[in-house]
Protein backbone atom coordinates (compact mmCIF):
# COMPACT_ATOMS: atom_id res chain seq x y z
CA UNK A 1 0.00 0.00 0.00
CA UNK A 2 1.38 3.82 -0.45
CA UNK A 3 1.18 6.34 2.15
CA UNK A 4 -1.82 8.26 1.27
CA UNK A 5 -3.29 4.61 0.75
CA UNK A 6 -2.47 3.27 4.22
CA UNK A 7 -3.83 6.32 5.93
CA UNK A 8 -7.19 6.29 3.80
CA UNK A 9 -8.06 2.77 4.67
CA UNK A 10 -7.74 3.28 8.68
CA UNK A 11 -9.78 6.52 8.23
CA UNK A 12 -12.80 4.09 5.93
CA UNK A 13 -12.22 1.61 8.48
CA UNK A 14 -10.77 -1.44 6.83
CA UNK A 15 -7.38 -2.59 8.05
CA UNK A 16 -4.26 -1.68 6.12
CA UNK A 17 -1.31 -3.71 5.67
CA UNK A 18 -0.29 -2.23 9.00
CA UNK A 19 -0.75 0.59 11.16
CA UNK A 20 0.22 4.16 9.66
CA UNK A 21 2.14 6.68 11.45
CA UNK A 22 2.22 10.95 11.65
CA UNK A 23 4.97 12.96 12.61
CA UNK A 24 5.20 16.56 12.11
CA UNK A 25 5.50 16.86 16.13
CA UNK A 26 8.81 17.07 16.80
CA UNK A 27 9.58 20.05 18.93
CA UNK A 28 13.28 19.59 18.97
CA UNK A 29 15.27 20.78 16.21
CA UNK A 30 18.48 18.85 16.87
CA UNK A 31 16.79 15.81 16.38
CA UNK A 32 15.45 16.38 13.09
CA UNK A 33 18.69 17.66 12.33
CA UNK A 34 20.45 14.07 13.56
CA UNK A 35 17.63 11.86 12.28
CA UNK A 36 17.84 13.80 8.43
CA UNK A 37 21.48 14.01 8.59
CA UNK A 38 21.22 17.64 7.41
CA UNK A 39 24.04 19.65 8.57
CA UNK A 40 22.91 22.34 11.35
CA UNK A 41 23.42 25.25 8.76
CA UNK A 42 21.04 23.54 6.48
CA UNK A 43 18.17 23.69 9.27
CA UNK A 44 18.42 27.52 10.07
CA UNK A 45 18.05 27.83 6.34
CA UNK A 46 14.90 25.83 5.22
CA UNK A 47 14.03 23.99 8.65
CA UNK A 48 10.63 23.11 7.16
CA UNK A 49 12.23 21.23 4.28
CA UNK A 50 14.78 19.70 7.00
CA UNK A 51 12.29 18.47 8.93
CA UNK A 52 10.24 16.99 6.73
CA UNK A 53 13.19 15.12 5.17
CA UNK A 54 13.61 13.73 9.17
CA UNK A 55 10.12 12.17 8.71
CA UNK A 56 10.81 10.78 5.84
CA UNK A 57 13.56 8.84 6.95
CA UNK A 58 11.76 7.89 10.03
CA UNK A 59 9.23 6.61 7.63
CA UNK A 60 5.88 8.59 8.20
CA UNK A 61 3.01 8.11 6.37
CA UNK A 62 1.74 11.38 6.91
CA UNK A 63 2.26 14.72 8.75
CA UNK A 64 -0.01 16.71 10.93
CA UNK A 65 1.92 19.61 10.48
CA UNK A 66 5.52 20.40 10.60
CA UNK A 67 6.70 22.37 14.14
CA UNK A 68 9.96 24.34 13.66
CA UNK A 69 11.52 26.68 15.55
CA UNK A 70 13.21 29.37 14.54
CA UNK A 71 17.28 28.52 15.62
CA UNK A 72 18.56 24.72 17.49
CA UNK A 73 18.39 25.71 20.99
CA UNK A 74 14.53 26.85 20.98
CA UNK A 75 11.88 24.06 21.09
CA UNK A 76 8.39 25.63 21.93
CA UNK A 77 7.39 28.44 19.85
CA UNK A 78 6.37 30.34 22.62
CA UNK A 79 7.72 33.35 24.23
CA UNK A 80 6.20 36.59 26.38
CA UNK A 81 4.95 37.96 22.93
CA UNK A 82 3.02 35.22 21.23
CA UNK A 83 2.25 32.92 24.87
CA UNK A 84 -1.39 32.95 25.84
CA UNK A 85 -0.76 34.65 28.63
CA UNK A 86 -2.67 34.32 32.42
CA UNK A 87 -2.35 38.49 32.73
CA UNK A 88 -3.28 40.53 29.45
CA UNK A 89 -3.19 43.32 31.65
CA UNK A 90 -7.11 44.04 31.55
CA UNK A 91 -8.94 44.13 34.58
CA UNK A 92 -11.89 42.58 35.07
CA UNK A 93 -14.16 45.41 34.41
CA UNK A 94 -12.47 46.06 31.09
CA UNK A 95 -12.63 42.01 30.01
CA UNK A 96 -16.59 43.04 30.54
CA UNK A 97 -17.04 45.92 28.56
CA UNK A 98 -15.04 44.66 25.53
CA UNK A 99 -17.35 40.97 25.83
CA UNK A 100 -20.58 43.15 26.30
CA UNK A 101 -19.57 45.15 22.90
CA UNK A 102 -18.63 42.44 20.82
CA UNK A 103 -21.23 42.21 18.08
CA UNK A 104 -24.04 39.67 17.57
CA UNK A 105 -23.47 36.66 15.84
CA UNK A 106 -24.74 37.48 12.60
CA UNK A 107 -22.26 41.02 12.82
CA UNK A 108 -19.20 38.86 13.86
CA UNK A 109 -19.63 36.34 10.82
CA UNK A 110 -19.09 39.23 8.46
CA UNK A 111 -15.82 39.27 9.40
CA UNK A 112 -14.82 36.17 7.79
CA UNK A 113 -13.74 35.51 3.77
CA UNK A 114 -14.34 32.18 2.48
CA UNK A 115 -12.74 32.29 -1.05
CA UNK A 116 -9.67 34.35 0.39
CA UNK A 117 -9.11 31.57 3.42
CA UNK A 118 -9.51 28.84 0.71
CA UNK A 119 -6.72 30.25 -1.69
CA UNK A 120 -4.62 30.47 0.77
CA UNK A 121 -5.83 27.05 2.45
CA UNK A 122 -5.16 25.85 -1.24
CA UNK A 123 -1.66 27.77 -1.17
CA UNK A 124 -0.12 26.06 1.87
CA UNK A 125 -1.30 22.39 0.53
CA UNK A 126 0.18 22.85 -2.94
CA UNK A 127 3.43 23.93 -0.58
CA UNK A 128 3.85 21.32 0.87
CA UNK A 129 3.18 18.86 -1.43
CA UNK A 130 6.24 19.83 -3.19
CA UNK A 131 7.78 18.94 -0.12
CA UNK A 132 6.03 16.29 1.60
CA UNK A 133 6.67 13.25 -1.31
CA UNK A 134 4.53 10.20 -0.82
CA UNK A 135 3.76 11.45 2.44
CA UNK A 136 0.23 12.33 3.09
CA UNK A 137 -0.34 16.19 4.28
CA UNK A 138 -3.68 16.49 7.00
CA UNK A 139 -3.08 19.76 8.85
CA UNK A 140 -4.92 20.03 12.22
CA UNK A 141 -7.79 22.67 12.13
CA UNK A 142 -7.72 24.24 15.77
CA UNK A 143 -10.21 26.58 14.82
CA UNK A 144 -12.93 24.23 13.51
CA UNK A 145 -16.10 23.01 15.00
CA UNK A 146 -16.79 25.52 18.10
CA UNK A 147 -14.77 28.15 20.49
CA UNK A 148 -15.34 28.01 24.32
CA UNK A 149 -12.05 29.43 25.51
CA UNK A 150 -11.15 32.90 24.87
CA UNK A 151 -8.44 33.34 27.27
CA UNK A 152 -5.78 34.44 24.78
CA UNK A 153 -7.81 37.94 24.48
CA UNK A 154 -9.19 37.84 28.12
CA UNK A 155 -6.67 36.34 30.47
CA UNK A 156 -7.30 32.57 32.11
CA UNK A 157 -8.56 34.83 35.14
CA UNK A 158 -10.89 37.07 33.75
CA UNK A 159 -12.50 34.58 31.21
CA UNK A 160 -13.25 31.62 33.67
CA UNK A 161 -14.62 35.04 35.95
CA UNK A 162 -16.89 36.05 33.02
CA UNK A 163 -18.30 32.85 32.74
CA UNK A 164 -18.76 32.13 36.12
CA UNK A 165 -19.97 35.31 36.99
CA UNK A 166 -21.42 36.87 33.96
CA UNK A 167 -22.63 33.38 32.11
CA UNK A 168 -24.45 35.71 29.62
CA UNK A 169 -21.65 36.67 28.25
CA UNK A 170 -19.88 33.75 28.19
CA UNK A 171 -22.54 32.22 26.78
CA UNK A 172 -22.02 34.93 24.08
CA UNK A 173 -18.73 33.96 23.47
CA UNK A 174 -19.92 30.39 22.92
CA UNK A 175 -21.99 31.90 20.31
CA UNK A 176 -19.52 33.51 18.63
CA UNK A 177 -17.26 30.76 19.04
CA UNK A 178 -19.64 28.81 17.05
CA UNK A 179 -19.62 31.21 13.99
CA UNK A 180 -16.11 30.84 13.94
CA UNK A 181 -15.93 27.24 14.13
CA UNK A 182 -18.48 26.42 11.59
CA UNK A 183 -16.35 28.77 9.16
CA UNK A 184 -13.29 26.81 9.38
CA UNK A 185 -14.93 23.22 9.52
CA UNK A 186 -16.56 24.62 5.96
CA UNK A 187 -13.31 25.38 4.84
CA UNK A 188 -11.88 21.59 6.05
CA UNK A 189 -14.85 20.05 4.45
CA UNK A 190 -13.87 22.02 1.31
CA UNK A 191 -10.20 20.96 1.08
CA UNK A 192 -11.66 17.44 1.90
CA UNK A 193 -14.45 17.66 -0.78
CA UNK A 194 -11.58 18.81 -3.17
CA UNK A 195 -9.48 16.29 -2.09
CA UNK A 196 -6.93 18.00 -1.03
CA UNK A 197 -6.56 16.14 2.30
CA UNK A 198 -7.80 12.88 3.84
CA UNK A 199 -10.96 12.53 5.40
CA UNK A 200 -10.21 13.37 9.01
CA UNK A 201 -9.18 16.33 10.51
CA UNK A 202 -7.58 16.79 14.09
CA UNK A 203 -9.12 20.09 16.10
CA UNK A 204 -10.20 20.36 19.89
CA UNK A 205 -9.46 22.64 22.59
CA UNK A 206 -7.91 22.56 25.33
CA UNK A 207 -10.59 23.07 28.04
CA UNK A 208 -9.29 20.53 30.94
CA UNK A 209 -6.92 19.86 33.23
CA UNK A 210 -5.15 16.97 35.33
CA UNK A 211 -8.28 16.93 37.13
CA UNK A 212 -10.98 17.21 34.73
CA UNK A 213 -12.68 20.36 32.53
CA UNK A 214 -11.98 24.12 33.78
CA UNK A 215 -15.64 24.44 33.07
CA UNK A 216 -18.80 22.73 34.47
CA UNK A 217 -20.20 20.58 31.89
CA UNK A 218 -23.60 21.63 32.82
CA UNK A 219 -22.39 25.21 31.37
CA UNK A 220 -20.74 22.93 28.34
CA UNK A 221 -23.76 21.23 27.56
CA UNK A 222 -25.89 24.03 27.29
CA UNK A 223 -24.36 26.65 25.55
CA UNK A 224 -21.18 24.94 23.81
CA UNK A 225 -22.51 21.39 22.86
CA UNK A 226 -25.08 23.06 20.22
CA UNK A 227 -22.18 25.17 18.92
CA UNK A 228 -20.08 22.26 18.46
CA UNK A 229 -22.49 19.88 16.93
CA UNK A 230 -23.62 22.44 14.33
CA UNK A 231 -20.26 23.13 13.53
CA UNK A 232 -19.30 19.89 13.12
CA UNK A 233 -22.23 19.58 10.45
CA UNK A 234 -19.74 20.50 7.60
CA UNK A 235 -17.43 18.37 8.13
CA UNK A 236 -19.77 15.69 8.89
CA UNK A 237 -21.37 16.19 5.43
CA UNK A 238 -18.42 15.39 3.65
CA UNK A 239 -17.25 12.45 5.13
CA UNK A 240 -14.46 13.86 7.38
CA UNK A 241 -14.03 12.47 10.78
CA UNK A 242 -13.49 14.88 13.22
CA UNK A 243 -11.18 13.61 15.84
CA UNK A 244 -10.37 15.51 19.14
CA UNK A 245 -6.80 16.27 20.86
CA UNK A 246 -6.97 14.72 24.33
CA UNK A 247 -5.10 17.03 26.81
CA UNK A 248 -5.89 16.39 30.71
CA UNK A 249 -8.60 14.61 32.33
CA UNK A 250 -11.28 14.75 29.36
CA UNK A 251 -12.99 11.96 30.89
CA UNK A 252 -16.60 13.83 32.02
CA UNK A 253 -16.71 15.08 28.17
CA UNK A 254 -16.29 12.12 25.98
CA UNK A 255 -20.28 11.68 26.03
CA UNK A 256 -20.70 15.38 24.99
CA UNK A 257 -18.08 15.08 22.46
CA UNK A 258 -19.32 11.82 21.11
CA UNK A 259 -23.04 13.06 21.19
CA UNK A 260 -22.07 15.91 19.14
CA UNK A 261 -20.23 13.80 16.28
CA UNK A 262 -16.65 14.04 17.10
CA UNK A 263 -15.32 10.51 15.72
CA UNK A 264 -12.08 10.14 16.89
CA UNK A 265 -9.63 10.98 19.47
CA UNK A 266 -6.01 12.11 19.83
CA UNK A 267 -3.58 12.49 22.94
CA UNK A 268 -3.89 10.68 25.97
CA UNK A 269 -2.53 11.05 29.29
CA UNK A 270 -2.69 8.16 31.26
CA UNK A 271 -1.37 9.67 34.08
CA UNK A 272 -4.93 12.00 34.08
CA UNK A 273 -6.86 8.59 33.68
CA UNK A 274 -7.35 8.86 29.81
CA UNK A 275 -6.48 4.80 28.83
CA UNK A 276 -6.63 3.56 25.55
CA UNK A 277 -7.61 0.16 27.38
CA UNK A 278 -11.02 2.09 28.09
CA UNK A 279 -11.34 4.32 25.16
CA UNK A 280 -11.16 1.66 22.24
CA UNK A 281 -14.38 0.65 23.93
CA UNK A 282 -16.32 3.69 23.29
CA UNK A 283 -18.41 4.01 20.28
CA UNK A 284 -18.75 7.07 17.84
CA UNK A 285 -22.66 8.89 17.55
CA UNK A 286 -23.27 6.51 14.28
CA UNK A 287 -22.08 3.20 16.45
CA UNK A 288 -18.89 3.12 14.50
CA UNK A 289 -15.29 2.26 16.29
CA UNK A 290 -13.66 5.10 16.71
CA UNK A 291 -10.23 6.57 15.04
CA UNK A 292 -7.94 6.83 17.37
CA UNK A 293 -4.44 8.99 16.77
CA UNK A 294 -1.99 8.20 19.47
CA UNK A 295 -1.41 7.26 21.80
CA UNK A 296 2.20 6.80 22.51
CA UNK A 297 3.21 9.10 25.64
CA UNK A 298 5.33 12.22 25.62
CA UNK A 299 5.53 12.37 29.26
CA UNK A 300 5.51 8.02 30.54
CA UNK A 301 6.86 6.05 27.58
CA UNK A 302 9.20 8.20 24.80
CA UNK A 303 11.11 10.11 27.24
CA UNK A 304 12.15 7.14 30.19
CA UNK A 305 11.45 4.00 28.60
CA UNK A 306 14.37 2.03 26.48
CA UNK A 307 13.94 1.41 23.02
CA UNK A 308 12.99 -2.23 23.30
CA UNK A 309 10.59 -0.90 26.22
CA UNK A 310 9.33 1.44 23.50
CA UNK A 311 9.07 -1.33 20.22
CA UNK A 312 7.04 -3.28 23.19
CA UNK A 313 4.53 -0.73 23.24
CA UNK A 314 3.75 -0.42 19.75
CA UNK A 315 2.84 -3.73 19.32
CA UNK A 316 1.07 -3.54 22.98
CA UNK A 317 -1.41 -0.34 21.57
CA UNK A 318 -1.66 -2.42 17.84
CA UNK A 319 -3.16 -5.07 19.26
CA UNK A 320 -5.53 -3.20 22.18
CA UNK A 321 -7.08 -1.26 18.87
CA UNK A 322 -7.15 -3.98 16.38
CA UNK A 323 -10.99 -4.72 16.01
CA UNK A 324 -11.95 -2.03 18.52
CA UNK A 325 -10.97 1.18 17.33
CA UNK A 326 -9.28 2.20 14.05
CA UNK A 327 -5.74 3.29 14.58
CA UNK A 328 -3.32 5.92 13.49
CA UNK A 329 -0.60 5.98 15.08
CA UNK A 330 0.73 9.16 16.59
CA UNK A 331 2.07 11.03 19.57
CA UNK A 332 -0.10 11.95 22.43
CA UNK A 333 1.78 15.47 22.16
CA UNK A 334 4.83 17.50 20.82
CA UNK A 335 7.84 15.11 20.85
CA UNK A 336 10.66 17.62 23.43
CA UNK A 337 14.57 17.13 23.99
CA UNK A 338 13.70 14.94 27.11
CA UNK A 339 13.09 12.14 24.45
CA UNK A 340 16.51 10.40 23.14
CA UNK A 341 16.37 9.73 19.28
CA UNK A 342 16.50 6.49 19.39
CA UNK A 343 13.33 6.55 21.61
CA UNK A 344 12.02 8.56 18.23
CA UNK A 345 13.27 5.96 16.27
CA UNK A 346 12.41 3.02 17.98
CA UNK A 347 8.81 4.55 18.11
CA UNK A 348 8.58 4.77 13.97
CA UNK A 349 10.68 1.62 13.36
CA UNK A 350 8.44 -0.16 15.51
CA UNK A 351 5.52 0.85 13.64
CA UNK A 352 6.84 0.22 10.44
CA UNK A 353 8.18 -3.48 11.08
CA UNK A 354 4.51 -4.51 12.44
CA UNK A 355 2.12 -6.10 10.07
CA UNK A 356 -1.72 -7.02 10.61
Given at each position: ???TERI ?64 LDTY ?281
Amino acid sequence: MTKTERIEAVIAGKLPDRPPVLGGWIAHPRALVEISGAAEADYLRDPRRVAVSAYEKLGADGLIGVFTTKDLDTYRNQNKENYLKSDTGKSFEEAVRIAEGLPDAEEYAKQFDFDACYNGLKKEFADMKKICGDMAYMPANWSAGARITWYGEYGYENFFLLVGLRPDLGAKLCRLGGVSGLFYSKLTARAVTDGLMPKAVLLGEDICTQRGPMISMSFMREHYAPELARGLIPLLEAGCKPVWHCDGDIRPMLPMLLDCGIKGFQGFQPECGMHIEEIVNLRARGGEKLLIMGPISVTTELPVMTPAEIRAKVKYYADVCKDKADLIFFTANTINPDVPVENIKAFYGAVNDYAY
